[in-house]
C-alpha cells in the first residue's frame, strides 16, 4: 500500500514506473523499447532514506542512471555527499546484466527523501515528485547532470512518487503491530 507515515516523514512509497515510448533514440527498435518494465520504492525516517528498484526489458548491458524529479528539475538518486567522476561509475548508474535486467539497486542515502533533497549552501529542500530512470546511449555517465535529453540521455521509464497519509484504520492496525 502506498502511504507515507502519520507525520509525513516516515515511511516507504512505492513506485509504479510508466514507460516513455515515443522519447528513444532512432536507431533502437519502438517494439523493444516499449518492453521494459520497473518497479521500486522510496523509504525515509529520521534523517536518512533508500530507494530500490528493479527492471526488465532494458537495453542489454545499457548504461542507464536514476534521477529525483523534483520541483526543481532533475537530481541524481543518490547521497548528496556522493562523488561523482562521470566516466560511468557515478553513484546513481544502474547496472544491466545481458539480459536486459536490473536485479536490484539500492542506494542509501543520507537524507530523507520524503522530506526533500537538501540544496547545498541553502535551507531550502528540493522537493521529490518522482523518479526517471535513463539510458545514455553514449555509454557514459555524466555526473550531477543526465546529460543531453534526446541525444545522448533518453527518460525510458518515470514513475510519480505519492505519498500518502494513513487512514485512521491503517494507523490503528499499525499500532496494534508494533
Known amino acids: 500500500m502506498d502511504y507515507r507515515g502519520i507525520d509525513k516523514s516516515q515511511g516507504c512509497c512505492q513506485l509504479r514506473f510508466n514507460i516513455l515510448p515515443a522519447n528513444r533514440p532512432p536507431a533502437i527498435d519502438a517494439g523493444f523499447w516499449v518492453q521494459a518494465t520497473a518497479s521500486g520504492e522510496i523509504c525515509g525516517y529520521d534523517n536518512c532514506g533508500s530507494i530500490s528498484i528493479s527492471a526488465e526489458g532494458l537495453l542489454h548491458l545499457g548504461v542507464y542512471t536514476v534521477w529525483f524529479s523534483t520541483d ?83 527518460e525510458q521509464l518515470t514513475a510519480d512518487a505519492r505519498f500518502f497519509k494513513r487512514t485512521q484504520e491503517e494507523q490503528k492496525e499499525a499500532k496494534e503491530d508494533d
Open 72 to 154: 526543481r528539475g532533475l537530481r541524481p538518486a543518490a547521497p548528496t555527499d556522493a562523488v561523482y567522476t562521470a566516466d560511468g561509475y557515478d553513484p546513481n548508474r544502474l547496472v544491466v546484466n545481458v539480459e536486459g535486467i536490473l536485479n536490484y539497486y539500492i542506494a542509501p542515502l543520507d537524507f530523507n527523501p520524503l522530506v526533500g533533497i537538501p540544496l547545498p549552501n541553502s535551507k531550502n529542500k528540493a522537493i521529490i515528485q518522482g523518479v526517471v530512470i535513463g539510458y545514455h546511449s553514449n555509454r557514459t555517465t555524466n555526473g550531477t547532470v543526465p546529460g543531453t535529453f534526446n541525444v545522448n540521455f533518453f
